[in-house]
């Protein structure tokens, strides 16, 4: 006698699909992420090569960091009303983009034409970061956190593909230092975009997001700012100091390929804790996470200030990453908990638009720091907004979380 479930089959077939769904996720995120650490590998240093004045050295960063927060709500929308597969591919279109702009620029020597470029390279950026989203949006609830920590865990791939990139092909055409980094940079992107044309998300019905609430109601929450402000504190320090740090590295006399081989570290660092931290996050809890993460980029900052040679910048750099990982993870575990599924693009491309418009302001003064106070100064900062986020995240824990409306 046949005693399976009618509906096993399907729940089967359900369950292979998201497998699919989480797995090409995690490798464009470890393909689509190299967009990000050839442009934070090299952006300060083309800048400060191209720039007319040295203050304007990392602008194309800061424009890059623009491109990400023009483009969060954009995003979401389209992935509301035509699908997240939509959404990849036009962010795959500039991911080609910046990599055929920046090659022109640095070849004609074009500052404003790079920056330009890194707009695109910005847009790029925020559809690759929605990934951790998607994943989240094809499994059960009690692994969502899980799903969004193990895509992110594809920029470990992401930390090595981008900076060897930049270390076998920065001089492949001289004289223009970088010109095939970042041709390079667009034919990896073109690969992510193919491999994102497998990813079948199901979309909620018009009838279902009609039934959402405002998104200015569901902003108020106190859960929702807490999580915002997590997710700022963290990427905004992280962003800060990597922005820096390729050209005080520079600045101090340090060869390029120690430079690279730093951020390489970095970003592996910045993901590698996914395959855990989405564990740790079920086990202690969302808000102890992102406290042990504003922990560690304390340290790494204070490691920073105790020397300038290779060993201390790239513990700086690798503290920083770990650092960001359990901040930036945990704050989006946070997000999910404030909003119902008919919700989530717009609520989720918010949280990213508040979290990428304030980076934007980091990006900019990190490189008038250091130019005009040196490294030291950038460093004993970070401890401003990391001791607002710390006294916020203390204050919330004495006050339960507020529930989900049903």
């Not at 979401?76 to 009303?81: D, E, H, N, P, S």
Request: glycine residues 10%; proline residues 5%.
């Amino acid at each position: 006698m046949n005693t399976a479930r009618p509906d096993s089959g399907i729940a089967a077939s359900n369950t292979a699909s998201a497998r699919g769904n989480v797995t090409r996720l995690t490798i464009a995120q470890a393909l689509a992420g190299a967009n990000s650490t050839v442009v934070y590998a090299t952006g300060a240093i083309i800048g400060n090569m191209l720039a007319p004045n040295r203050e304007l050295a990392t602008l194309p960063i800061t424009i890059f960091v623009v491109g990400m927060a023009a483009l969060s709500l954009p995003a979401g929308a389209i992935a509301q009303r035509h699908g997240r597969r939509t959404a990849f591919l036009l962010g795959t279109v500039c991911g080609v983009l910046v990599g055929l702009i920046a090659a022109v620029a640095i070849a004609i020597s074009s500052f404003w034409l790079f920056c330009a470029a890194m707009f695109f390279g910005g847009a790029y950026a925020a559809v690759v970061l929605s990934f951790r989203f998607a994943a989240a949006d094809c499994v059960p609830a009690e692994k969502k956190a899980r799903a969004l920590s193990f895509v992110m865990a594809g920029g470990v791939f992401a930390g090595v593909i981008g900076p060897q990139l930049v270390t076998f092909t920065m001089n492949v055409w001289p004289p223009h230092t970088f010109v095939a980094t970042f041709l390079a940079q667009a034919v990896v992107a073109a690969i992510a975009g193919v491999v994102l044309m497998g990813v079948h998300i199901p979309m909620p019905s018009a009838v279902d997001v009609a039934k959402g609430r405002p998104l200015k109601d569901i902003a108020r929450q106190r859960s929702f700012l807490v999580a915002v402000l997590c997710a700022v504190v963290s990427y905004l320090l992280m962003n800060f100091l990597m922005t820096a740090a390729p050209l005080a590295m520079q600045l101090c006399g340090l060869p390029q390929s120690s430079s690279n081989l730093g951020i390489q570290w970095h970003v592996i660092a910045m993901y590698a804790p996914g395959f855990f931290t989405g564990r740790l996050i079920a086990r202690y809890g969302a808000r102890n996470v992102v406290m042990a993460g504003l922990a560690l980029i304390a340290v790494s900052a204070g490691v920073g200030l105790h020397g300038i040679d290779i060993p201390h910048f790239w513990l700086t750099l690798i503290l920083l990453g770990v650092g960001w990982n359990f901040g930036f993870i945990g704050a989006s575990a946070l997000v999910l908990e404030c909003h119902r599924p008919e919700e989530k693009a717009k609520v989720q491309s918010f949280n990213d638009f508040l979290v990428f418009g304030t980076m934007a302001f980091g990006s900019f003064l990190s490189g008038s720091l250091l130019t005009a106070y040196g490294w030291d100064s950038v460093l004993r900062l970070t401890f401003v907004p990391m001791a607002l986020a710390v006294c916020v995240l203390l204050a919330a824990t004495k006050f339960q979380p507020q529930s989900l409306p049903q």
